[in-house]
């Protein structure tokens, strides 16, 4: 908020906020995102990167497949 503030950027054009999605940014009730529509008294449209949620599951793979790294 206080970048927005400082920055004197027009809130009421504001529509989407992008970031990674960690639960620090998108938990339901304390995340970064939620926290600041509250703030704004308005829903945003979340943009976030899936590759984090990708990134666990692909690393199993390929330990199941070429086993674990040595180095």
Not at 34 to 53: I, N, V
């Amino acid at each position: 908020m206080s970048f927005i503030t400082e920055s004197n950027l027009n809130i009421s054009e504001l529509v989407a906020i992008g970031c990674d999605g960690t639960n620090v940014n998108t938990g339901k009730s304390g995340g970064v995102i939620r926290l600041l529509e509250e703030k704004l008294g308005k829903p945003l449209q979340w943009f976030l990167c899936l590759l984090h949620a990708n990134e666990l599951p692909l690393r199993r793979l390929i330990q199941v497949l070429d086993g674990s790294t040595s180095g």
